[in-house]
């Protein structure tokens, strides 16, 4: 069974620095792609990054560009998240997701999600 | 940059079908993909490439595209398919971006 579970999450005041965590199991997780994708509280989902199976590439949204860095331990299993100078804005709930490709039309999509964690900055 | 524009709710009786629209410049060239969230929980996918299903996901849900607009169909939505439903697509110019559309509300009563 896959399974994904985040940690990290809190409160933390503008311009710190937080790290996520995301722990896999059930699959293979150095064969895909992961992304972590964000909810405002009430807010609908935005994609943050994505990063491929060994690291090499690495996309992000405009917005946390320069602030936000995806990594990944394929030893361990697990996906990261080094979130810089944050600001009120980036209160959410951050989700970790397994990405899943289709061939053709060079999309992609998230197959499997964990249960998040939340992400507070405030003062 | 690119968006995706759904309603911002819809509403059926139980028994009725619901329609949730998602309009993007991108979609004749790229997937469609839908996500059901509930209250409190992580987004569930319930349509992948336009129009498949995932296994586990019951039939009376469906999805079709064409041109700038996919569509998903709720075929006699039932009280608990109640939840927000999110169209996801990725901008076709090359930057790998995902986006979602800003959600819509279905409500069945």
């Known amino acids: 069974e896959v399974q994904l579970v985040e940690s990290g999450g809190g409160l933390v005041q503008p311009g710190g620095s937080l790290r996520l965590s995301c722990a896999a199991s059930g699959f293979t997780f150095s064969s895909y792609w992961m992304s972590w994708v964000r909810q405002a509280p009430g807010k609908g989902l935005e994609w943050v990054a994505n990063?491929?199976?060994?690291?090499?590439?690495?996309y992000y949204v405009d917005s946390v560009k320069g602030r936000f860095t995806i990594s990944r331990d394929n030893a361990k299993n697990s996906l990261y998240l080094q979130m810089n100078s944050l600001r009120a804005e980036d209160t959410a709930v951050y989700y970790c997701?397994?990405?899943?490709?289709?061939?053709?039309?060079?999309?992609?999509?998230?197959?499997?999600w964990g249960q998040g964690t939340l992400v507070t900055v405030s003062s | 940059s690119y968006e995706l524009t759904q309603p911002p709710s819809v509403s059926v009786s139980p028994g009725q079908t619901a329609r949730i629209t998602c309009s993007g410049d991108?979609?004749?060239?790229?997937?469609a993909y839908w996500y059901q969230q509930k209250s409190g929980q992580a987004p569930v996918l319930v349509i992948y490439e336009d129009s498949k299903r995932p296994s586990g996901i019951p039939e009376r849900f469906s999805g079709s595209s064409s041109g700038t607009m996919a569509t998903l169909t709720i075929s006699g939505a039932q009280v608990e398919d109640e939840a927000d439903y999110y169209c996801?697509?990725?901008?076709?110019?090359?930057?790998?971006?995902?986006?979602f559309g800003g959600g819509t509300k279905l409500t069945v009563l």
């Open positions: 991108a979609l004749p060239k790229k997937y």
């Open positions: 997701a397994r990405v899943a490709s289709s061939s053709s039309k060079g999309s992609y999509y998230f197959d499997y």
């Open positions: 996801y697509s990725t901008d076709s110019s090359g930057n790998h971006r995902g986006v």
């Open positions: 990063i491929k199976q060994d690291g090499s590439e690495k």
